[in-house]
């Protein structure tokens, strides 16, 4: 019975560890894209250019049938997910629209408007003639629209 209680403890010490290990590493973030079809649907999931019809892209989510793989989508609509999150919790996507909402006093970019876009390595809030990153501590920020709607 002490034998069984030992490897019992040694695997709750084990998951709390793993846990603890877990919670203290930096994480992946989700590599997903979106794109709008020719019928204006959205369809979310993996990116795949189709060589049979000369690098068409289509997107395969997790709700494809089995019999048509994914979904075909205009290049133009294409946006990748940034793995951040607006102040509302809907996923940020490249070519989203919004505002920057400041959290504290002070900060530079209150009231900024710009659309999502990727360059120099990171997820970028540009309006043409200024930017500001995506991700910060001293701000939001909120999707009113994105570049594909209008």
Known sequence: ???FFIRKSCVVLEY????????????????KFRGKTKNGKWV????????LKNDTPFIISAFSRFENWGDYVLPE?????TGHFDLNGNEIYDGDE????SIHVGVKA???????????????????????LLWSDSYEFEITGNVHEK
């Open 1 to 3: 019975m002490a034998g």
């Open 16 to 31: 709390l560890f793993t846990c603890t290990k877990i919670k203290n590493t930096i994480s992946m973030r989700t590599i």
């Open 44 to 51: 979310y999931g993996q990116l795949v250019f189709d060589a």
């Open 77 to 81: 609509t294409i946006g990748q997910f």
């Open 98 to 101: 919004g505002e920057i909402t």
């Open 110 to 132: 209150d009231g900024f408007k710009g659309v999502v876009k990727y360059y120099e390595s990171a997820f970028w809030v540009d309006n043409g003639s200024d930017a500001h």
